[in-house]
């Protein structure tokens, strides 16, 4: 079966979205990308990998279609566990990012959720990884279902694949509950006061719970908390960096971005330099969710 990669004559298709302004597969390009691949946070590995072990029944011999992969953050921890991954992104300069990746186990493809380019009935998971409120939710829905290997057996009406979780969606949520207080908060504050864009890209609810139970009536939905509240620590080249990453910053250059950026040194210099802290780094806290979807 050959597989597109990176620099194929695969066409991207047109992706229908549910949101205004700036294209999902253009928000991430130019210097996007490149702050994407320097200064965005992974995902706790072993605790991870244990609870997809566990719970979604991942075997090293199961091959993984990670749609929306972006610089390839999760599915390196796939490759990790040994796992045979097809990593479907429709932007550019993401896919480049990712196709450095070395790995004899890693192939980059140049294709949407609701189009991803993989042959029918190829692979036995998907995952997607701080991804699926950018997708159309129906369309992808069919695409998924027409990439898995539990389709065909379905239809064929041979055994399905016994304790193995078809999608895997997983995100790192910044916003922790509000005891967490401290540079989290502040930090919320100051995007939702200076990136215009921020409200309605971070509050789409698709991959809320209830949501995607709706979109999937004929499964179940079981959300799982990684334990663990896990950080990163930046500088001030990393903070400036970490919020470049995000769809919503404003374009580097822009009026919007200057006050951006003059709120970020308010912050730095409040926290940065606190006596307590030796390294002069702030820290992000994460807590990374969950959701196995089976039907």
Same mark, same amino acid.
């Given at each position: 079966?050959?597989?597109?990669?990176?620099?194929?004559?695969?066409?991207?298709?047109?992706?229908?979205?549910?949101?205004?302004?700036?294209?999902?597969?253009?928000?991430?390009? &130019? %210097?996007?990308?490149?702050?994407?691949?320097?200064? #965005?946070?992974?995902?706790?590995?072993?605790?991870?990998? =244990?609870?997809?072990? !566990?719970?979604?029944?991942?075997?090293?011999?199961?091959?993984?279609?990670?749609?929306?992969?972006?610089? $390839?953050?999760?599915?390196?921890?796939?490759?990790? @566990? $040994? @796992?045979?991954?097809?990593?479907? %992104?429709?932007?550019?300069?993401?896919?480049?990012? =990712?196709?450095?990746?070395?790995?004899?186990?890693?192939?980059?493809?140049? &294709?949407?959720? %609701?189009?991803?380019?993989?042959?029918?009935?190829? /692979?036995?998971?998907?995952?997607?990884?701080? =991804?699926?409120?950018?997708?159309?939710?129906?369309?992808? !829905?069919?695409?998924?279902?027409?990439?898995? !290997?539990?389709?065909?057996?379905?239809?064929?009406?041979?055994?399905?694949?016994?304790?193995?979780?078809?999608? /895997?969606?997983?995100?790192?949520? #910044?916003?922790?509950?509000?005891?967490?207080? $401290?540079? @989290?908060?502040?930090?919320? #504050?100051?995007?939702?006061?200076?990136?215009?864009?921020?409200?309605?890209? #971070?509050?789409?609810?698709?991959?809320?719970?209830?949501?995607?139970? !709706?979109?999937?009536?004929? &499964?179940?939905?079981? +959300?799982?908390?990684? $334990?663990?509240?896990?950080?990163?620590?930046?500088?001030?080249?990393?903070?400036? &960096?970490?919020?470049?990453?995000?769809?919503?910053?404003?374009?580097?250059?822009?009026?919007?971005?200057?006050?951006?950026? =003059? %709120?970020?040194?308010?912050?730095?210099?409040?926290?940065?330099?606190? +006596?307590?802290? @030796?390294?002069?780094?702030?820290?992000?806290?994460?807590?990374?969710?969950?959701?196995?979807?089976?039907?």
């Amino acid at each position: 079966i050959l597989f597109e990669s990176l620099f194929s004559l695969i066409v991207v298709p047109q992706m229908t979205t549910h949101y205004k302004g700036t294209h999902p597969i253009e928000r991430f390009s &130019g %210097e996007k990308a490149e702050a994407y691949t320097k200064h #965005r946070p992974s995902y706790p590995a072993e605790e991870v990998l =244990a609870l997809l072990r !566990k719970e979604a029944g991942l075997k090293p011999e199961h091959v993984i279609a990670d749609i929306g992969s972006g610089t $390839g953050i999760f599915a390196k921890i796939l490759l990790q @566990n $040994g @796992n045979k991954v097809f990593a479907v %992104e429709p932007n550019q300069d993401m896919l480049q990012a =990712a196709a450095a990746t070395t790995d004899s186990n890693f192939t980059a493809v140049h &294709g949407s959720a %609701e189009n991803t380019g993989l042959p029918s009935c190829s /692979v036995d998971m998907i995952t997607c990884a701080h =991804a699926f409120h950018w997708f159309d939710p129906e369309p992808a !829905k069919k695409e998924f279902k027409r990439i898995l !290997k539990q389709q065909q057996q379905q239809q064929q009406e041979k055994p399905v694949t016994p304790f193995l979780v078809p999608l /895997v969606l997983i995100w790192n949520d #910044r916003h922790l509950p509000t005891q967490w207080g $401290g540079f @989290n908060a502040d930090y919320e #504050r100051v995007l939702s006061l200076c990136c215009p864009e921020y409200s309605s890209v #971070r509050c789409s609810g698709i991959a809320d719970i209830d949501n995607v139970r !709706k979109l999937f009536p004929e &499964g179940t939905v079981v +959300e799982h908390h990684c $334990g663990a509240v896990h950080h990163q620590e930046l500088d001030w080249e990393g903070l400036v &960096g970490r919020t470049v990453s995000c769809s919503f910053c404003p374009t580097i250059g822009t009026t919007e971005y200057s006050k951006l950026l =003059a %709120e970020l040194n308010t912050l730095w210099n409040k926290y940065a330099h606190q +006596e307590t802290n @030796n390294n002069n780094v702030v820290k992000l806290e994460y807590q990374t969710t969950i959701q196995l979807v089976h039907w």
